[in-house]
């Protein structure tokens, strides 16, 4: 911990300190303008169950699809060097699937909840290796290839279920989109948590890392380092695809149903931004995942900020953009750049001066 | 010559994180003289010619043209100011036409008139002798046309100074006396020209004075005539030149002494190389040699399987194998460090520790990372082995001077312990010193048993190194020398087809 820390303060400005500040001044903000926001109380929800409540755990409750898109369009950002902007229309495609297969006869038991969820996640897995291969195969910019899926993903949605939108009821999907009795934090929360647990667990046992890296950053030389990019970005659009998966299927249980057409929304563009406020070059390369998902909450906490101080839902995109305008100017290069010029010219001036006196001795 | 001072760099000083990369150094070019910067690399010429372009700003010292003192603050700046610069990789735009390269940039308005252009460039071209034309796109030309574009494009700038820095790397015999030509042109013409190169010879041939900087430091400025090459690379590389004959004699005892062929392939083919029959043996050295373009890159490549493989029937150690990709060569024991570093050796954003680690663990798999701490370990290891000078293993590779990119790439390789190591222009665009550590480097691998082929464009190098040399025209082999062959003229005769051996 001590380690990272010297690093992101020793070596000029971390890739994390642009979301780790605009969380901090929007803390700021929101202790000054009302320091009710951050209280949080135990309260009986419909249910019967004892559940936290307040301004934050809307903040994290509510970013959790968004986070969890953000992982995946990380990786998928840092092999191609290009976005999915499929990822709303997909995430349709893959809820629906969720709903179709609930609705399939018979009780809604947990074993079916399972099989449900993971034909949402083959379903999506399919569609986006379709992006990858795209991507990949046919050497098609990512935002062209995506914008297929995009333009169609909602209308394969509608016929999925027949044009409908059903809902579903059962305490399981209850438990998921909300909260597990006697577990007051609210489930999504934890999906997020087992969602960057197993990204680590994956990536401390593979070097997708190095590899993904690797790829988007030079592929001619990983080429010639036996790498083979085309699976590489392949698998970074199936990990997305999973991800959607998981998200589309949070998305409908929290409503209860699946609506083809407003569910998760404009997502894509929120997840773009979500990896960019983390530091991350949208041109691929390096890149911190733990940023995105920081910058998913940042996203989160400014519109809920905005909710609570009753700015009209119409005009919340305006002020939404006027911050994230300057949040991209101030993790521009350019700024980076001239900031650690200051930095280390505050740095070196005593050295400097030393360096002259003894120069001139 | 006159002595009239054109340019004035004094004290010029200049940091980077850690590192202090020019210290006081001193500058002048006199009006029509060619100017001849040496050093090693990191001695801090590409930072002094940068910094006269625009492209850093300097941390100390003054800078005056003509007399008046200037500021730099940007390469557009410079360029306004009368200096321009051909750099060592080209920086034109390869998906652009010839004549939009050459005038990118400096159109006035909005509104640029294609045709004129394209006949201007064409004139430009015509004048210089430069086999090109302003409607051809620059991509499809060849690497030394390019070069050479981008030398018109500053020449057409009317610039005072004219910095070409490696402007030769990438240009043969021919084309290189033509950019030599159009060099003293200019300089009749008063222009001042600053000439980086890592090739003594040609500094002898064209430059009037010299300017020789060490660590970021100046040593001083000679006039060419008055400087023997010898102590040119004694004052470059700080030491004298013991190593340079020592070299030499351990070339002789570290030629071949077994006799189990490691590679051999039939009738090899690839989608860029024609078919050729190849072997080495365990522990030699050989060569490829040719001119540009004669097919030994090409041919190198078919080996690795760099590019499409066509056909051709491979054993190794007598045992047929079939290698149509780069992983299935690496698995087989060969390693092979690419042409063109920058595209295709060096993760430049990555640190110089994942870069050293990246074969070995494409070779280990998906599954089997390599942890944090064997990976430091590792690169601790080889940062001490081959002298890699890095602020630390976490450092950028890009950030490394040319030299030491290129022994993190040879880090890679050795890394993964292979067999067959294939070097194709290891030695290109860097200075001396490393040229000679490279070079012990291979002579040292032969003895420890790993068969090389390595290929340079300096066939000095090549001679000192190698025990056989496999000569190249049109892409065919066309003779092979060895033992006594093995000297200057010989080759000269086999590349230019006057008695194949």
């Known amino acids: 911990m001590k380690k990272k820390e010297r690093k992101l303060f020793g070596n000029g400005l971390g890739q994390l300190a642009i979301p780790i500040i605009a969380i901090c001044v929007l803390v700021i903000f929101n202790l000054i303008r009302d320091p009710s926001f951050f209280s949080i109380e135990l309260l009986q929800n419909s249910d019967g169950n004892i559940v936290l409540s307040g301004n934050l755990i809307s903040v994290i409750n509510g970013a959790s699809e968004l986070a969890i898109l953000a992982i995946g369009m990380t990786l998928v950002t840092a092999a191609c060097g290009g976005q999915d902007i499929s990822v709303g229309a997909a995430a349709a495609i893959a809820g629906s699937t969720f709903v179709k297969v609930l609705k399939s006869g018979g009780q809604i038991t947990g074993f079916k909840v399972l099989l449900a969820f993971l034909l949402a996640c083959l379903v999506a897995v399919i569609f986006a290796s379709f992006n990858g291969t795209l991507v990949a195969v046919f050497k098609i910019q990512p935002m062209i290839a995506t914008l297929i899926l995009y333009t169609c993903g909602r209308s394969i949605a509608y016929w999925i279920n027949g044009g409908a939108t059903p809902t579903v009821e059962s305490p399981i999907l209850t438990a998921i989109g909300g909260f597990i009795p006697w577990i007051p934090v609210p489930t999504p929360i934890l999906i997020v948590l087992v969602m960057a647990v197993i990204i680590k667990v994956f990536f401390r046992f593979t070097s997708i890392e190095l590899f993904t890296q690797s790829v988007g950053i030079n592929g001619s030389a990983a080429r010639l380092n036996g790498l083979n990019s085309t699976f590489i970005k392949i698998l970074s659009f199936m990990i997305l695809g999973v991800c959607v998966a998981v998200s589309g299927c949070i998305g409908v249980s929290r409503l209860g149903l699946i609506n083809h057409e407003t569910l998760l929304l404009d997502i894509e563009m929120d997840a773009i931004l979500a990896v960019a406020i983390g530091g991350n070059s949208l041109g691929g390369g390096r890149f911190k995942i733990s940023g995105s998902i920081m910058g998913a909450y940042v996203i989160q906490m400014l519109t809920i900020t905005l909710w609570a101080m009753k700015v009209p839902s119409t005009n919340v995109k305006a002020y939404k953009a006027i911050v994230i305008v300057l949040l991209v100017v101030a993790g521009s290069p350019v700024v980076k750049k001239w900031f650690e010029k200051t930095v280390s010219r505050f740095k070196n001036r005593k050295p400097e001066v030393a360096a002259k006196g003894a120069g001139e001795s | 010559m006159q002595d009239e001072c054109l340019l004035q760099m004094r004290n010029i000083e200049k940091r980077f994180p850690g590192v202090l990369a020019l210290n006081g150094v001193d500058f002048t070019l006199r009006k029509g003289e060619i100017h001849a910067l040496m050093g ?462």
């Open chain 2, 40 to 501: 090693e690399n990191g001695a801090g010429k590409s930072t002094l010619i940068k910094i006269l372009t625009g492209v850093y700003r300097m941390d100390g010292g003054s800078i005056s043209i003509e007399g008046s003192p200037i500021n730099i603050h940007s390469p557009q700046d410079a360029q306004n100011k009368g200096i321009s610069t051909v750099y060592q990789e080209i920086t034109l735009c390869p998906n652009l036409s010839v004549a939009e390269n050459m005038f990118i940039g400096r159109e006035k308005g909005v509104w640029v008139d294609q045709k004129t252009n394209e006949k201007r460039a064409d004139e430009i071209l015509e004048r210089l002798g430069i086999p090109a034309r302003g409607a051809k796109q620059l991509g499809n030309c060849s690497l030394a046309v390019q070069q050479m574009v981008a030398i018109a494009r500053a020449v057409d700038m009317k610039c005072k100074v004219l910095i070409l820095d490696e402007p030769t790397s990438s240009l043969d015999d021919k084309e290189v006396k033509m950019l030599f030509d159009l060099m003293r042109d200019l300089k009749a013409k008063g222009v001042g020209i600053i000439f980086v190169t890592h090739f003594l010879e040609q500094v002898y041939e064209v430059s009037d004075r010299i300017t020789v900087l060490r660590n970021g430091e100046l040593v001083g400025e000679y006039l060419t005539e008055e400087l023997p090459q010898v102590q040119l690379v004694a004052k470059m590389i700080g030491k004298d030149l013991d190593e340079l004959n020592t070299l030499g004699e351990a070339g002789e005892d570290g030629k071949t002494r077994s006799e189990e062929v490691y590679y051999e392939a039939k009738g090899l083919s690839s989608s860029e190389a024609l078919p050729f029959d190849f072997s080495i043996r365990k522990g030699e050295v050989n060569g490829f040699t040719g001119l540009l373009g004669s097919g030994r890159s090409e041919s190198v490549r078919a080996i690795f399987g760099a590019d499409k493989v066509n056909g051709g029937k491979v054993k190794i150690k007598g045992e047929p194998v079939k290698i149509t990709r780069p992983i299935e060569a690496m698995k087989h024991g060969i390693g092979y460090l690419a042409e063109d570093r920058k595209r295709d050796g060096i993760i430049a954003e990555l640190s110089v520790r994942e870069n050293i680690i990246l074969a070995l663990q494409v070779m280990n798999g998906f599954f089997k990372p390599i942890s944090r701490r064997e990976s430091e370990a590792f690169a601790d290891e080889y940062i001490k082995v081959l002298n890699i000078k890095t602020a630390s293993r976490e450092t950028p590779v890009g950030s490394l001077s040319g030299g030491n990119q290129q022994k993190v790439i040879l880090a890679r390789w050795l890394l993964t312990h292979p067999d067959y190591l294939i070097l194709d222009e290891p030695t290109r665009g860097i200075d001396i010193g490393t040229k000679l550590e490279i070079q012990k480097l291979v002579l040292k691998l032969a003895e420890d048993g790993v068969s090389v082929t390595f290929i340079s464009s300096e066939i000095e190098e090549m001679l000192r190194t190698c025990s056989r040399l496999i000569v190249m025209r049109d892409r065919h082999i066309v003779g092979e020398l060895t033992g006594k062959d093995l000297n200057q003229s010989q080759v000269m005769k086999t590349i230019a087809g006057g008695e194949a051996s």
